[in-house]
């Protein structure tokens, strides 16, 4: 996390597009905050690792047709939620030029 955090803090600065008065953006403020978030869960979240990790039994839940249905409906629903803008809109209209009928 904080990899990608801080390459995103970077390459803000390499942007050739007006981000505010300020010098920093409000997405590389995020991603200073997000930074500093993951290392204060890093020591506040106690380490209880699993002896051992056994990847294909995790991969062999996402076949469960249950677990296959649940996220395809979260799919849908977050498509439904999101998908739509509320802020901008579209039409489309069509004519006919009579002079080259």
Not at 30 to 49: E, K, Q
Not at 67 to 84: P, Q, Y
């Amino acid at each position: 996390m904080a990899v990608t955090q801080l390459w995103r803090f970077f390459s803000e600065f390499l942007r050739a597009d007006y981000r505010g008065e300020s010098k920093i953006s409000a997405y590389q403020k995020m991603s200073a905050v997000a930074v500093l978030y993951a290392f204060c869960i890093l020591f506040i979240l106690p380490v209880t690792l699993p002896q051992q990790t056994d990847v294909l039994k995790g991969l062999g839940y996402l076949w469960n047709p249950a677990m296959i249905l649940l996220l395809k409906g979260l799919w849908v629903a977050i498509f439904l939620h999101t998908g739509r803008s509320s802020v901008t809109g579209a039409s489309i209209s069509f004519h006919v030029n009579r002079e080259r009928i």
